[in-house]
């Protein structure tokens, strides 16, 4: 079964606006990690916010914000003013005990950001 | 550089054919993680060290994928009669330790033809 699920195979925002990304999970781990990675054309993955299951607070990053919400099992991705650089694919992905804290991924966004 | 380094960049090959792929992680990063991210899909997990040992090796597809880190810091991928399903972007990624944010490298670009 998909353990993180991006339903949003495309996106596109205008410039300066802002943009949620959507991501849902599932996991029977109580203790468990969430991330979004950035990857542009370029191919590299760039590590942009991270959110522990025990934090109380929504993790913020400069222009990245998490909107985790616990119940749902959801942890959106927010990103405000958005710029043309931002265009790129966007992955989710969750972090258990097992096997051995991998990071398991969903299949990813593409952004694009227009003028 | 500071961040961690994959060589070669891209490899191309033929069927059949063995190949290494090194990653050189950031210093002092004890945990080290090899992926696979075929295209149009996220990267999926292989093999996880913590030092020297692999500690969880139950990504790796099958027996033809081994993947070493001898001295706990330099690691190396290997795949022998590598098929035409190999080809992919191989990223290594490495951490303070299992569980803290991982940073990739650039990935190799693997083609089997």
């Known amino acids: 079964a998909q353990k993180i699920t991006q339903t949003q195979p495309g996106m596109f925002v205008q410039e300066k606006e802002a943009v949620t990304l959507d991501c849902t999970y599932d996991?029977?781990?109580?203790?468990?990690?969430l991330f979004w990675y950035k990857q542009p054309s370029s191919g590299e993955m760039i590590f942009l916010i991270y959110?522990?299951?025990?934090?109380?607070q929504n993790a913020t990053e400069g222009r990245y914000s998490l909107n985790f919400q616990k119940a749902r099992k959801s942890a959106n991705l927010v990103i405000s003013a958005s710029q043309l650089g931002d265009s790129a694919m966007y992955f989710c992905?969750?972090?258990?005990?097992?096997?051995?804290?991998?990071?398991?991924f969903g299949k990813g966004t593409s952004l694009l950001v227009t003028p | 550089g500071a961040g961690v380094s994959q060589t070669p960049s891209n490899k191309v090959t033929e069927k059949g054919k063995y190949v290494e792929l090194r990653c050189d992680p950031i210093s002092g990063h004890t945990a080290l993680y090899w992926y696979r991210q075929s295209l149009g899909q996220g990267p999926e997990f292989l093999i996880y060290f913590q030092g020297t040992g692999a500690a969880d090796d139950s990504g790796l597809p099958n027996d033809r994928f081994f993947a070493v880190r001898p001295e706990g810091s330099v690691s190396t991928l290997k795949i022998q009669r590598t098929e035409r399903g190999d080809s992919a972007v191989y990223l290594c990624?490495?951490?303070w330790g299992a569980g803290q944010p991982q940073h990739f490298g650039d990935g190799t670009r693997l083609s089997i033809l």
């Open positions: 996991t029977s781990d109580p203790s468990y990690g």
């Open positions: 990624a490495s951490s």
């Open positions: 992905a969750m972090r258990e005990k097992l096997p051995g804290y991998a990071l398991n």
């Open positions: 959110q522990g299951s025990y934090d109380q």
